[in-house]
Nanobody
Framework: QVQLVESGGGLVQAGDSLRLSCAAS????????MGWFRQAPGKEREFVAA????????TYADSVKGRFTISRDNAKNTVYLQMNTLKPEDTAVYYC????????????????WGQGTQVTVSS
């Protein structure tokens, strides 16, 4: 069982940066693939980024590629999402998720989810 708690969201202006954190409980954090997803108002939840257990592999949605960076610190049981050059269309609730298995963009394969943190980008 893994419990995930996101933090770091807030209200920023377009062009600003934010770093989200997701702290995980459990001794097996280092064995999980970790992902970030987001859900904008009136839209379905979508994939943002994922990182393998060893951080050897990452993948990103096209909409954030080159602006967002996912990373993890297994010693701290934490995964991060560094978000640069934020745009108003990045406004959403951001969720951290974990799965046993390889990197995938499909949210149905993630077993554990956090409660989410709100990111609002003003123009």
């Amino acid at each position: 069982q893994v419990q995930l708690v996101e933090s770091g969201g807030g209200l920023v202006q377009a062009g600003d940066s934010l770093r989200l954190s997701c702290a995980a409980s459990g001794r097996t954090f280092s064995t999980y693939t970790m992902g970030w997803f987001r859900q904008a108002p009136g839209k379905e939840r979508e994939f943002v980024a994922a990182v393998s257990w060893s951080a050897g592999r990452t993948t990103y949605a096209d909409s954030v590629k080159g602006r967002f960076t996912i990373s993890r610190d297994n010693a701290k049981n934490t995964v991060y999402l560094q978000m640069n050059t934020l745009k108003p269309e990045d406004t959403a609730v951001y969720y951290c998720a974990a799965r046993v298995g390889g990197v995938t963009t499909a949210q149905t394969f993630y077993n554990y989810w956090g409660q989410g943190t709100q990111v609002t980008v003003s123009s």
